[in-house]
Nanobody, 124 residues
Framework: QVQLVESGGGLVQAGGSLRLSCAAS????????AAWFRQAPGKERDFVAV????????LYADSVKGRFTISRDNAKNTVYLQMNSLKPEDTAVYYC?????????????????WGQGTQVTVSS
């Protein structure tokens, strides 16, 4: 079973950038679709972005399209989320998720493996 560990969160001013990383424990990670979700205090966990096995397909939430970029390096068993032009409403705990197979889905229940999350705080 793949395990995921996120890093790269922190405090940033509005308009700034952060890059989140999600490191997987196994080389089999290249056989998993990978996604990012986020959860703000008192709110549900929401989809942010997803990427297929070989990076052929990416999908984004409308709220982050044009500002965030998901990518992966299968040689390093790592998925990234580059976040630019950050807004206070992007403040949340960001979670990496993965599912064996190549489905690129926005739904929470599609993902069987989750990381512990990393906090992103954007100040105004």
């Amino acid at each position: 079973q793949v395990q995921l560990v996120e890093s790269g969160g922190g405090l940033v001013q509005a308009g700034g950038s952060l890059r989140l990383s999600c490191a997987a424990s196994a080389r089999a990670f290249s056989n998993y679709a990978a996604a990012w979700f986020r959860q703000a205090p008192g709110k549900e966990r929401d989809f942010v972005a997803v990427i297929s096995w070989r990076s052929y397909t990416t999908l984004y939430a409308d709220s982050v399209k044009g500002r965030f970029t998901i990518s992966r390096d299968n040689a390093k068993n790592t998925v990234y989320l580059q976040m630019n032009s950050l807004k206070p409403e992007d403040t949340a705990v960001y979670y990496c998720a993965a599912d064996l197979g190549n489905r690129v889905l926005r739904t929470l229940n599609a993902y069987t493996v989750w990381g512990q999350g990393t906090q992103v705080t954007v100040s105004s």
